[in-house]
């Protein structure tokens, strides 16, 4: 059974950073790549994604501020989130789709975390 575990979230303020882990099991992690996904009121947004090489994309929305990484001996995937603002304030998902290519769109992506919650007031 493949779990996708979210840890790492919480309340900061503006310009503060947060560190978000996803860790995998029950699948072949280096098959996968994986991404992080986020849901606001109204609104469901591609943050980032990694192949099992390391090859990433990231959201316009997010670029130069947010970082996506992985260790494949640890089957974790991290979202680093510097810089925040209370417009990046959502609900964070981690999410696996098996193959290399760096998908952006959540129907692409058949594993997925419960969700972890990031607030970030002004």
């Known amino acids: 059974q493949v779990q996708l575990v979210e840890s790492g979230g919480g309340l900061v303020q503006a310009g503060a950073s947060l560190r978000l882990s996803c860790s995998a099991s029950?699948?072949?992690?280096?098959?996968?790549?994986m991404a992080w996904f986020r849901q606001a009121p109204g609104q469901d947004q591609f943050v980032a994604a990694i192949?099992?090489?390391?090859?990433?994309t990231t959201a316009d929305s997010v670029k130069g501020r947010f970082a996506i990484s992985r260790d494949n001996t640890k089957n974790t995937v991290t979202l680093q989130m510097n810089a925040l603002k209370p417009e990046d304030t959502a609900v964070y998902y981690c999410?696996?789709?098996?193959?290399?290519?760096?998908?952006?769109?959540?129907?692409?992506?058949?594993?997925w975390g419960q969700g972890i919650q990031v607030t970030v007031s002004s």
């Open positions: 029950g699948l072949t992690f280096t098959d996968y790549t």
């Open positions: 999410a696996a789709s098996r193959g290399g290519v760096l998908y952006i769109t959540a129907d692409q992506y058949r594993y």
């Open positions: 192949s099992w090489s390391t090859s990433t």
